[in-house]
């Protein structure tokens, strides 16, 4: 059974950055298409980005596009979330998520079938 665990989240300043981690254990995460979401409170959970099984593709919600960079280590077994220029309303929980497939589309709808704990991004003066 795979599992994932993020890390990476704190406080960051307006305009600060953060790179978030997700490491996968008891399975390889190779074969999975890897996903981003984050939940603030009292909102929905909502999709950031997704990355496909090789990497070779990724998708981002508008507002984080150019700003978000969604990325994997197969070899690690870990993905990455790498935020810049972060605004207030990035503030939140990070999930990481993953669902099986060699595909090379991804999407960010909360349809996958493996999610870690989250990690808490704090974004304030």
């Known amino acids: 059974q795979l599992q994932l665990v993020e890390s990476g989240g704190g406080l960051v300043q307006p305009g600060g950055s953060l790179r978030l981690t997700c490491a996968a254990s008891?399975?390889?995460?190779?074969?999975?298409?890897v996903a981003w979401f984050r939940q603030a409170p009292g909102k929905e959970r909502e999709g950031v980005s997704c990355?496909?099984?090789?990497?070779?593709?990724?998708h981002y919600r508008d507002s984080v596009k150019g700003r978000f960079t969604i990325s994997r280590d197969n070899a690690k077994n870990t993905a990455f979330l790498q935020m810049n220029n972060v605004k207030p309303e990035d503030a939140g929980v990070y999930y990481c998520?993953?669902?099986?497939?060699?595909?090379?589309?991804?999407?960010?709808?909360?349809?996958?079938?493996?999610w870690g704990q989250g990690t808490q991004v704090t974004v304030s003066w």
């Open positions: 998520a993953a669902e099986s497939g060699y595909t090379e589309n991804c999407n960010i709808l909360p349809l996958y079938s493996s």
């Open positions: 990355i496909s099984y090789s990497g070779a593709n990724t």
């Open positions: 008891g399975r390889t995460l190779n074969d999975h298409v």
